[in-house]
């Protein structure tokens, strides 16, 4: 981060500390407030909470959750929030102490505890981990707000139930492809969900980076021996080197959005899709 951009958030806090009243208790009939990272645990929230919360997402539809940074408005719901889940993306590794400093008493939750293999973030794509994480955020949200702890166990139980049904249903998608595993992507944001699935992703970017000349010649001979046609990108990146590749070969460009906030149909809609693209 630039010093200019230091400076701005120093600018930022002091305008929010001398702007926002101390109190930041809620009203018994007012709705928790509550900050999330992404799309997808904005779902998980109202799932477990429905109107019981406000919920607040920090990096908006379309926005790359490697390189955000909030804005002021956002950071004024930091200051009023009671819990913040965290999910392992890389701009929280800059922001979330931010956010602690601005708002001491707001309680973060690590959903990403989760998560076995942290270069890949995107626990939110396997129905089994989101199955494990919506268990931490029940547990916090009871923690919090006790007053309503039979209604955080109840939609639990029913959102577990939903997440049991979705899984199937991918399994079942999957099934007539048994013997087809990879599917190639721009981005690696897949691999949760290939892991969860018998698949494997093959990534043109490595890291978040592009490959080398010489890698980038090894994967197109890959790619061409494999007869992969479909190359999956998401809307957050450049689709430049998808679409050269995509000539190289005569195949053809689809958009999956991992971060769509409509969770459970997005996710049975990329099944779909992926599972024309396996090779």
Known sequence: MTLSKNILTILYIFLIAFTTPLN????????????VSIPPQR???QKLAG??????????PGSNPATYEPTPNQLRHIICSKIYFSIGVPFEHVWLQKFSSLNPNMLIVHTEVVNNNKKD???WLSPPLVKKQIRIMARALIKIDPAHKDIYKKNLTRFEKDICKLDKRIRSIFQIRDKRKEFLVLHPAWGHFASA???KQVSI?????EPSAEALANLLHYIKEKGFKIIFVQPQFSRKKAETIAREIRGKIVFIDPLSEDWEKNLEMAAIQISRGLR
């Open 24 to 35: 930041n208790s809620f009203a018994a009939s007012s709705p928790l407030s509550i900050t």
């Open 43 to 45: 779902y998980f929230v």
């Open 51 to 60: 109107k019981i919360a406000r919920v607040t997402v920090m990096v908006p």
């Open 121 to 123: 973030p995107h626990i």
């Open 197 to 199: 699935y018998g698949l």
């Open 205 to 209: 970017n490595r890291e978040g980076k």
